[in-house]
């Protein structure tokens, strides 16, 4: 009975440190993320390969939810216009002009998607990109009223009474920062609240956190789906495959030919990207 009891204590004993250090392994992961991060850069997690200089083990999947910034709203009455008591010349003022905060800037952590133009030799395919962008603050101009004293016509009179006018403006102090939530898949599928996003990491051997690099200058061309539904509403009846295959590079060409665009035929240049209604994309593309 002794013996029992000690294998089950060494059983437990094993399934808690094992959980302890895939949980730490976990959060190394993203304190690498959290350690390099600046404003406006996006950085990438991508599988291990033998150019890996460090890597982390997951031995199950994860979610990453992307939870912005909370604010906490209060509403303030703004003074626009004084009450006026006498019969003033409502006609003579001044403006005093104010610039109110009602959004301090702050930065969030949001998705993106990586062009694989962006990826180098060495380095594995990016799965999961994140951004830290800056959120713009918001202000708000506001223009009160006075009256000069000297412009009181009479200032016996009481029955010609202006009650003062206010503003409400709403303003929203920030109550908490935007975060990383990592939470293993067998959790369960986490539920997503308004502007939350959700990635996936699953089971296997990742490496750390890379910032992403990208050409100067260099856009992505639509894809293979893009140019069939455009060649499609033009009334080009080719198959919607999602390739760009020689099929789809016949009707392209035929397209090019009928519409006088003097270039190598089935080539997808700027001219042809144009005419079909088309345009190139980013590299990076953040999910707001």
């Not at 600046?38 to 390969?49: D, P, Q, R, S, V």
């Not at 004084?82 to 403006?95: R, S």
């Not at 503003?167 to 975060?179: A, P, T, W």
């Amino acid at each position: 009975m002794g013996q029992l009891y000690l294998h089950t204590y060494i059983f437990f004993l094993s399934s808690f440190l094992l959980t302890a250090s895939i949980q730490a392994q976990t959060q190394d992961i993203f304190e690498s993320l959290r350690k390099q991060a600046e404003l406006g850069k996006t950085y990438f997690i991508g599988l291990a390969n033998a150019n890996s200089q460090e890597s982390y083990d997951l031995n199950e999947g994860y979610y990453l939810k992307f939870v912005p910034a909370k604010y906490e709203t209060t509403h303030d009455s703004i003074l626009v216009s004084p009450a006026l008591n006498g019969n003033f010349d409502t006609t003579n003022y001044f403006m005093s002009t104010e610039i109110l905060t009602l959004r301090d800037p702050v930065s969030e952590w949001r998705p993106a998607d990586v062009s694989e133009i962006c990826r180098q030799d060495e380095e594995p395919k990016h799965k999961v990109a994140a951004c830290l962008v800056k959120l713009a603050p918001e202000y708000k101009v506001v223009n009160t009223r006075f009256y000069p004293f000297k412009d009181i016509l009479d200032t016996s009179r009481t029955d010609h009474i202006i009650p003062a006018v206010y503003e409400v403006i709403k303003r929203q102090s920030l109550k908490q920062k935007s975060r990383i939530e990592i939470i293993p898949e067998s959790a369960g599928r986490p539920s997503l609240k308004t502007g939350e996003k959700l990635r996936y990491l699953p089971p296997g051997k990742w490496q750390s956190w890379q910032e992403v690099v990208c050409p100067f200058g260099v856009f992505n061309a639509p894809t293979a789906y893009e140019i069939q539904e455009a060649l499609l509403k033009l009334g080009y009846k080719l198959p919607k495959t999602g390739d760009y295959d020689e099929t789809t590079r016949r009707f392209l060409r035929q397209f090019q030919k009928d519409y006088d665009i003097n270039q190598e035929e089935g080539e997808l240049s700027q001219a042809t990207i144009d005419k079909l209604g088309l345009e190139r994309r980013p590299l990076i593309s953040v999910d707001y």
